[in-house]
């Protein structure tokens, strides 16, 4: 089958589910740039590629886009009452004394959803990210991390990162370490301080017994995919992989006609659309099953 030339295309991995879902990201955001934009993968080269009909629509100002857009993890009036809060007990503390008790409640709860609860991408994507709500027991989610790992932190080291990738075409291959983002800075110190990634990508595996320390309790440096990690959390959003009957494993299929976001997130899941389907695992990267890592994928059928 042949399409009209792409707008844009990347290079990709069909069978790395981080490269996947990392498309599935670029053509919700391409959809929200330049409306009716459609994308496909073309597992014979192998591109992702994205057509529009908007004559502006790059994948250069794509990634300037995402690399320049707010990245927040409060709603406004949230972000207001928040800093209000933060200046209040600062202002208190100065004085030795403390918030009264439902303050300092809510003035945590507000940090913790700030860190760990739902991220919005600003204008022009304007979207809510919150996908990962479940339980950390939940085996039909494809949630990667627990406990005290700060969501809006490696999201905004991720988005941070972007800036230094020069080939946009290999986007999902440029690696580095991720920094602190400077509103997580508290000294010159935590300028260089590294920021593990969700582990979309499955390159990035690693074991704790491999390691010889868990490395999300050290502040180790481990390069990562930038763009692989926060593309994939924007395109689970609206893709979710379908469960497969092994615990902890999913599925997916790369559709191989030009489709749009809303029409391949419900023809992939239900698997009904042409593509080559894929099957992949959650790895567990320490003995108590609490972060896991995107597995490589098997493929189970369709062409490739």
Not at 24 to 29: S, T
Not at 67 to 87: M, N, P, V
Not at 222 to 232: F, H, R
Not at 245 to 262: Q, T, V
Request: charged letters at 25%; a neutral charge.
């Amino acid at each position: 089958m042949t399409h009209r030339e792409p707008s844009f295309s990347v290079n990709v991995d069909v069978g790395n589910p981080g490269h996947f879902f990392a498309c599935c990201g670029l053509l919700e955001l391409a959809h929200r740039l330049w409306p009716g934009a459609e994308g496909w993968f073309d597992v014979s080269k192998p591109k992702f590629a994205i057509l529009s009909v908007d004559p502006s629509a790059t994948l250069q100002g794509l990634k300037t886009e995402l690399s320049q857009c707010e990245i927040t993890g409060l709603y406004e009036a949230e972000h207001q009452e928040r800093e209000s809060l933060e200046l209040k007990d600062r202002e208190l503390r100065k004085q030795g004394k403390r918030l009264p008790d439902d303050e300092e409640s809510r003035r945590k709860e507000l940090g913790t959803l700030a860190r760990e609860g739902r991220i919005r991408l600003g204008r022009p994507f304007n979207m809510t990210l919150d996908w990962w709500q479940t339980a950390d027991e939940d085996t039909t989610s494809p949630k990667t991390w627990a406990g005290r790992q700060e969501i809006h932190k490696i999201a905004r080291a991720a988005q941070n990162a972007l800036t230094n990738i020069l080939k946009p075409e290999d986007l999902m291959n440029h690696s580095c370490v991720m920094r602190t983002p400077r509103e997580y800075q508290k000294n010159k110190v935590d300028q260089n301080k590294p920021v593990e990634p969700f582990y979309f990508d499955a390159r990035r595996y690693a074991h704790s017994l491999d390691t010889g320390f868990s490395l999300d309790a050290q502040d180790a440096e481990t390069i990562a995919c930038p763009a692989v990690e926060l593309l994939s959390l924007i395109g689970l959003q609206r893709f979710r992989p379908a469960p497969s009957s092994n615990k902890w494993g999913f599925e997916y299929l790369a559709w191989s006609r030009p489709l749009s976001p809303a029409v391949a997130s419900v023809g992939f899941y239900c698997a009904v659309l042409p593509g080559a389907r894929y099957s992949f695992q959650l790895r567990f990267r320490d003995d108590q099953k609490r972060y896991k890592a995107f597995g490589f994928s098997t493929h189970m059928g369709g062409p490739i």
